[in-house]
Structures are given as structure tokens and as C-alpha cells.
């Protein structure tokens, strides 16, 4: 679970963006996207652009077990070049 004082930062960040999305929608949404790569055991990053904000996930997925989704272990968050420390599973 993010931090309080990180989540403060994201979505300042995300109103200053204009991102009209909650900041826990947004990262659910990418670490589904990373999840979608298909790519485990390795570190992968996807894109997204919402409105005229670019944002950058960077993290790992990991085999689940049986009858299991993998788990999505995540990094960072790049908003427009700012980069967030995450390093937190979400999925």
C-alpha cells in the first residue's frame, strides 16, 4: 500500500496534470497494462497518455501460482518526466 505522504505527491501531481482520475485507478489500470505484456521475471515498461499527460510504468511481473494471476510488483510512476518511487505490488 502506497505511503500516505507518496499518494499526497501523486495526486498533487495528477491535479496539476489535470489527470481527472483517482491516483489508486490509474495505477491499478498500469499495473494491468504490465500485467497484459505477457513479459514475468523480468523488468518491463508501458506508456499510457492521459489527455495531454504521459505516464511511465516500470516494474516486474511475476508468475502466479496455480489458478492465480501474476503479481505486478511496480517501481515507478513517470509523470511527464517526473519520476515517482512506487516499488509496491498492486496486483
Not at 494491468?32 to 495531454?52: C, P, W, Y
Given at each position: 500500500?502506497?505511503?500516505?505522504?507518496?499518494?499526497?505527491?501523486?495526486?498533487?501531481?495528477?491535479?496539476?496534470?489535470?489527470?481527472?482520475?483517482?491516483?489508486?485507478?490509474?495505477?491499478?489500470?498500469?499495473?494491468?497494462?504490465?500485467?497484459?505484456t505477457?513479459?514475468?521475471g523480468?523488468?518491463?515498461?508501458?506508456?499510457?497518455q492521459?489527455?495531454?499527460?504521459?505516464?511511465?510504468?516500470r516494474?516486474?511481473?511475476?508468475?502466479?501460482?496455480?489458478?492465480?494471476?501474476?503479481?505486478?510488483?511496480?517501481?515507478?510512476l513517470?509523470?511527464?518526466?517526473?519520476?515517482?518511487?512506487?516499488?509496491d505490488?498492486?496486483?
Amino acid at each position: 500500500m502506497l505511503n500516505k505522504e507518496l499518494y499526497e505527491k501523486l495526486e498533487q501531481e495528477f491535479t496539476l496534470c489535470r489527470v481527472g482520475e483517482e491516483v489508486e485507478d490509474v495505477l491499478l489500470e498500469l499495473a494491468e497494462l504490465l500485467a497484459d505484456t505477457g513479459v514475468t521475471g523480468e523488468e518491463v515498461s508501458v506508456k499510457q497518455q492521459v489527455g495531454r499527460t504521459r505516464l511511465t510504468v516500470r516494474g516486474i511481473c511475476e508468475e502466479g501460482g496455480e489458478d492465480e494471476e501474476p503479481a505486478v510488483f511496480i517501481r515507478t510512476l513517470t509523470v511527464n518526466g517526473k519520476e515517482f518511487q512506487i516499488d509496491d505490488y498492486l496486483l
